[in-house]
């Protein structure tokens, strides 16, 4: 079992920056970022493998970066550019390989708001 714990997140204006990270208790894969906001599906907002490599969702490309830490079992999300619409509550999600199993983790959450 593999337990998250988020950090960051809060209110920021339109334009503004915000960061998160999330802690992971054991080694894992892929780890990553989602979001959802009120009514809508979860949706991708980042992920990034143990090797480094990155993949984004359309709507956060040239604004969002994340980085990990596999020393930390951490990764991080800068978001900058920030838009109303990225209002939502972001999840922490980690891959974890079980023998041949794969294993998914999310975290708690952690709202983001950002003013008009």
């Known amino acids: 079992q593999v337990q998250l714990v988020e950090s960051g997140g809060g209110l920021v204006q339109r334009g503004g920056s915000l960061g998160l990270s999330c802690a992971a208790s054991g080694t894992v894969a892929s780890m990553g970022w989602y979001r959802q906001a009120p009514g809508k599906q979860r949706e991708l907002v980042a992920t990034?493998?143990?090797?480094?490599?990155?993949n984004y969702g359309d709507s956060v490309k040239g604004r969002f970066s994340i980085s990990r830490d596999n020393a930390k079992n951490t990764v991080y999300l800068q978001m900058n550019s920030l838009l109303p619409e990225d209002t939502a509550v972001y999840y922490c999600?980690?891959?974890?390989?079980?023998?041949?199993?794969?294993?998914?983790?999310w975290g708690q959450g952690t709202q983001v708001t950002v003013s008009s």
């Open positions: 999600n980690a891959i974890k390989w079980v023998g041949s199993r794969l294993d998914t983790y």
């Open positions: 990034i493998s143990s090797s480094g490599r990155q």
